[in-house]
């Protein structure tokens, strides 16, 4: 059984299918692998990326995902919530399309993403100079800032999303993170003060990283200004990744002080207890 923490995951609210271009596996196939490990809240949120709008068929997966959602949810009714959640990516690359589609789709739960800058449109792809990935970084964490600000959605996904790509595994490189200190502390405070939660996204654990997007600092740090609304997820692109490193995630969340980790319905937060461990 190696080093695995058994416990219930009561959550799991950041999860991809095929009507993502990036998913591997058909919507049903994630819900009924959640519903296995004995998920109770589930949503997936299907990637729109506002610049890429016409580059993929999001107008088309974006169509079906309503129905897909009700499937799910009358499917797994009695066992397991489902939520209608979305991932929108750098909505402020075009504005007005974003709007448009959170006015004319009525989401439970909206994940706030960038998962490029304005310089870098592939964090993977970034010149191997110091100045590009202190650049980089730099116009990452303006646009989370930003992002934040303008706050219609319900969770600010993985925080710190560059360093997947800049350190860890992939990148390799030391980041000193003290130049960014000033910016996330107002990212948190711009979020609390909204309402909106942090999202931790196990998925830098698995990719890596070896660590949550934000990681524990950081966490703590929006603890301890007195922000208590997480969600958690997976990021998962593929069946076998639902639920991946969450009880972990849960037990970093306990040890930081965290009671509850809140699921949204119709945008507002609803807050489940992470102390039971009962089922
Ligand atoms: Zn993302
Ligand atoms: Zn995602």
Redesign the pocket.
């Known amino acids: 059984m190696e080093n695995k923490i058994l416990r219930t995951i009561p959550a799991d609210i950041?999860n991809?299918s095929t009507l993502s271009p990036d998913g591997f596996d058909p919507p049903m196939s994630m819900a009924e692998r959640a519903c296995g490990l004995g998920i109770k809240h589930f949503a997936l949120?299907d990637?729109i990326e506002t610049e890429k709008f016409d580059s993929w068929d999001y107008a088309g997966a974006v169509e079906k995902s309503y129905g897909t959602f009700l499937e799910i949810k009358e499917r797994f009714a009695g066992k397991m919530e489902v939520y209608y959640g979305v991932?929108l990516g750098q909505p402020l690359f075009d504005l007005p399309l974003a709007e448009r589609l959170l006015a004319e789709h009525d989401y439970d739960f909206v994940l706030g993403s960038t998962h490029r800058t304005r310089t870098y449109p592939y964090l993977n792809q970034i010149p191997d100079s110091e100045e590009d990935r202190r650049r980089c970084l730099d116009e990452y964490f303006e646009e989370e800032l930003r992002l934040a600000e303008w706050g219609k959605f319900c969770s600010l996904s993985h925080l710190t999303f560059p360093l997947r790509f800049i350190s860890g595994d992939f990148g390799g490189h030391e980041v000193d993170m003290s130049r960014y200190s000033a910016i996330i502390d107002k990212i948190l405070e711009t979020i609390i003060s909204r309402d909106i939660a942090l999202e931790v996204n196990s998925s830098g654990i698995r990719k890596g990283l070896h660590v949550t997007m934000p990681s524990v600092e950081y966490i703590k740090r929006y603890y301890d200004k007195g922000g208590r609304m997480v969600t958690v997820g997976s990021?998962a692109h593929r069946v076998s990744d639902v639920g991946a490193d969450i009880p972990q995630v849960l037990e970093m969340l306990k040890d930081i002080g965290f009671g509850e980790i809140c699921v949204f319905r119709q945008k507002q937060p609803i807050f489940i207890s992470i102390q039971e461990e009962k089922l």
Do not use: M
């Open positions: 950041h991809h949120t990637h991932e990021d």
